[in-house]
């Protein structure tokens, strides 16, 4: 599991909003990324898992992936350390990776309000304002 991969696809995964299955992609994206690595590699849930996180039908999850795929915000991924934890050919689920490179263009002014601005080294800064004392 990785806070990143998620954090992106809670946050800045450009899924298109109007879309009619919009928030299929976003719970799908989620689920996938809660088996990501920290880079967004390497997620392999199998669809029945996915299933049982979304409450989607099987085939409602594949169209997903398909779409997510054609979006570009997943992509097919390498499949050695899937085969080298799951023996069983039959059983081996399709491998992803995220593409949490791929985020929104939003000016400054248009960033959620949760958004603290970041600090060169990735930690979350705020301002706190000092009242002169009367």
Excluded: C
């Amino acid at each position: 599991m990785s806070v990143e991969a998620i954090s992106w696809a809670l946050n800045h995964a450009p899924i298109p909003t109007d879309r009619k299955d919009a928030s299929t992609l976003a719970i799908t994206l989620i689920a996938l990324a809660s088996h990501a690595g920290r880079d967004g590699g390497d997620a392999f849930p199998s669809v029945e898992r996915m299933m049982r996180y979304t409450r989607l039908s099987r085939r409602t999850i594949q169209r997903s992936l398909r779409s997510l795929e054609e979006l570009g915000l997943i992509r097919p991924g390498n499949t050695h350390l899937r085969d080298a934890k799951i023996p069983e050919a039959n059983a081996r689920p399709q491998v992803y990776n995220l593409a949490l490179s791929t985020r929104l263009s939003t000016a400054p002014d248009e960033r959620r309000q949760d958004d603290a601005p970041l600090t060169s080294g990735g930690v979350t800064t705020t301002q706190t304002v000092l009242q002169p004392s009367r």
